[in-house]
């Protein structure tokens, strides 16, 4: 490389020789000597290039709703020949201006045939890591799950493991938390990990109590404040408990009341507990550097009040690019009450038989409820519902295939007010006619007011933790290793910037900009290491400019590393939101 000029981390120089990134050598030095390409004194250098640590806030677009939808055709294909002007988005039967379309189509798996052949042709050129491109989250609900529909899917789960491809890297995690995995290619690890899943309900009894209040009815006589569910669990507390004698109905009632209460909040707990597992599995994946997929496998599970907080769910699955699938692991299966004990002699009406058939209906009701959940998660973010099958093989072979096609519309709602109210979406094609159209229902307005440099800081993060090139800004991508010792070596990410293709703003006389400029670091596996964020300030005078930055500007950030394979992830934006990011991959001997 040739010789630089600034200071220890801003370089005015020359273009790091391509070959840099498979060729080991030496990183440029700390202080390198002048060079005759910058043709300037160091201080002047200073005053209009410098470089800071800091975080800076970016221009975001405030309160966008991402609604990302997959349109399917009679034969159930996906479209993807559809434009923004075929679409109609309506937030609460209002017709919204659609100011963000993107058709996207998942990334395909690398193929390795080119760098195989490369490696046989040149046996003494160091190996090029094939880095992992789709990283897949299997989420078992070990908390509301039966042990039998348990063992069935843990089985089934392994046969579609064994199908990942050398690109793929999985992870098992558990709504309990006990005997998560994070993602490996090392299916010994991943044999185990399914063979110590079994069922862990946090609070649910084994047995029936008196009276036996659902969690559904629990939530009727509590939150909806249902006469005829409090009637019914008054009935079965009345036989259950005082032997059908209508001298006890206000104690009966006062017991149903109690019970009801005490059930509401154990379940509450249940899915508080299984919502938090997934919004941190989704933030989990949502680091890692590729297409990114979640398997949910669950039998469902109520949200009475909660319904916020699962939609916070899809919001960030949305924004970071995630995808979540479910299959309900029940498979097919029938409801309804046990009528097997005879009902309890009284002569309190209605007998006991109608509390059987009232407690029938409710538990139809709360198993489509309870599917909810899974359609919403998985209409929401673009991916696939599995249900009503025992079929469980062809189960993950669905929900684990991305659409060939999806869009992602995106609005920004007016005078959108702070109150966490429900906002109603409707996704309409005007053309063709005859299609399946699926996307989220709605959205929670935020229950605050948004903090713009918290958007700014995940907006970046999306950036960083994703595999697509983009190419606002004239970037180059370049690394370099040395190793000082056998087990240590220095890893060197330098970024080379073509400033005359940047726009500037003019200002008291100089040329105004500002980049920001993120290196990240990810082993084999697409496990996050570490990041390092400089600030470039530009206040550039018309000649250094014009005749003194033909060499370009390159940057340079150093990690500390062990031998091995590492992927790296460079991501730069500019003060208007322009942004581009590379990637690259190194194997370290």
């Known amino acids: 490389m040739s010789a630089c000029v600034a200071g220890a981390v801003l370089l005015l120089c020359s273009v790091v020789s391509s070959n840099a990134q498979s060729t080991p050598q030496p990183a440029p030095p700390a202080n390198p000597p002048a060079a005759s390409t910058a043709n300037a004194p160091q201080s002047q250098s200073a005053s209009e290039l410098s470089t800071h640590d800091e975080v800076t806030t970016f221009r975001v677009k405030v309160n966008e709703v991402l609604v990302r939808v997959v349109v399917r055709d009679s034969q159930g294909r996906a479209l993807g020949n559809l434009k923004k002007e075929d679409f109609e988005l309506f937030d609460n039967k209002k017709p919204q201006a659609i100011t963000h379309f993107v058709v996207e189509q998942p990334s395909k798996p690398a193929a390795a045939t080119a760098d195989t052949e490369k490696a046989a042709a040149n046996p003494n050129e160091p190996k090029t890591l094939i880095a992992p491109n789709h990283f897949v989250a299997y989420v078992f609900d070990d908390v509301h799950a039966e042990f039998a529909d348990l063992?069935?899917?843990?089985?089934?789960?392994?046969?579609?493991?064994?199908?990942?491809?050398?690109?793929?890297?999985?992870?098992?995690?558990?709504?309990?938390?006990?005997?998560?995995?994070?993602?490996?290619?090392?299916?010994?690890?991943?044999?185990?990990?399914?063979?110590?899943?079994?069922?862990?309900?946090?609070?649910?009894?084994?047995?029936?109590?008196?009276?036996?209040?659902?969690?559904?009815?629990?939530?009727?006589?509590?939150?909806?404040?249902?006469?005829?569910?409090?009637?019914v669990a008054t009935m079965d507390a009345l036989g259950c408990a005082f032997n059908s004698d209508t001298r006890q109905t206000l104690a009966a009632q006062q017991l149903a009341d109690s019970t009801a209460a005490r059930v509401l909040q154990l379940g509450d707990s249940e899915t508080r507990l299984a919502l938090g597992v997934i919004k941190d599995v989704v933030r989990r994946v949502a680091v890692m550097p590729g297409q990114r997929t979640v398997l949910f496998l669950s039998p469902g599970f109520l949200t009475p009040q909660l319904q916020y907080e699962y939609a916070d769910i899809i919001d960030r699955a949305l924004h970071a690019q995630v995808v979540i699938s479910s299959l309900n692991l029940r498979g097919l299966y029938t409801v309804g009450s046990d009528i097997s004990k005879p009902p309890v002699q009284g002569s309190y009406m209605p007998s006991m038989t109608s509390v059987v058939g009232n407690k029938t209906q409710y538990e139809m009701q709360a198993a489509t409820d309870e599917e909810n959940v899974l359609l919403d998660l998985a209409s929401g973010t673009g991916g696939s519902y599995f249900h009503n099958s025992n079929d469980l093989d062809a189960g993950f072979k669905q929900i684990a295939a991305a659409p060939e096609y999806w869009y992602v519309l995106g609005f920004s709602p007016q005078n959108l007010k702070p109150d966490g109210a429900f906002h109603r979406l409707k996704v309409e094609v005007k053309n063709p006619p005859k299609t399946t159209i699926l996307a989220r229902k709605g959205y929670y307005a935020p229950k605050h007011v948004a903090d713009p440099a918290e958007d700014a800081k995940r907006e970046i993060e999306d950036a960083l933790f994703s595999q697509e090139e983009m190419h606002d800004l004239p970037i180059e991508l370049h690394t370099q290793f040395f190793k000082p010792a056998d087990d240590a070596a220095k890893l060197a990410v330098l970024v080379h910037i073509d400033a005359k293709r940047l726009h500037f703003n003019k200002a008291e006389g100089r040329n105004q900009n500002k980049l920001t400029i993120v290196s990240g670091l990810f082993d084999r596996n697409g496990r996050f290491i570490s990041a390092n964020e400089k600030i470039l300030d530009m206040h550039l005078k018309d000649d250094t400019l014009a005749n003194r930055l033909n060499s370009g500007i390159t940057l340079k950030t150093n990690f500390d590393v062990k031998p091995g394979g590492y992927m790296v992830r460079l991501v730069v934006r500019d003060a208007e939101g322009q942004i581009s990011a590379a990637n690259g991959a190194i194997e370290i001997p």
């Open 151 to 231: 063992a069935r899917v843990r089985d089934a789960a392994e046969r579609h493991m064994a199908t990942l491809a050398p690109t793929d890297r999985a992870a098992i995690f558990t709504t309990s938390g006990q005997g998560n995995l994070d993602f490996t290619d090392d299916h010994a690890m991943l044999h185990k990990a399914l063979a110590d899943l079994r069922p862990r309900p946090v609070a649910r009894a084994t047995n029936t109590e008196c009276p036996d209040v659902s969690y559904f009815m629990a939530d009727l006589i509590e939150n909806q404040h249902d006469p005829n569910a409090l009637q």
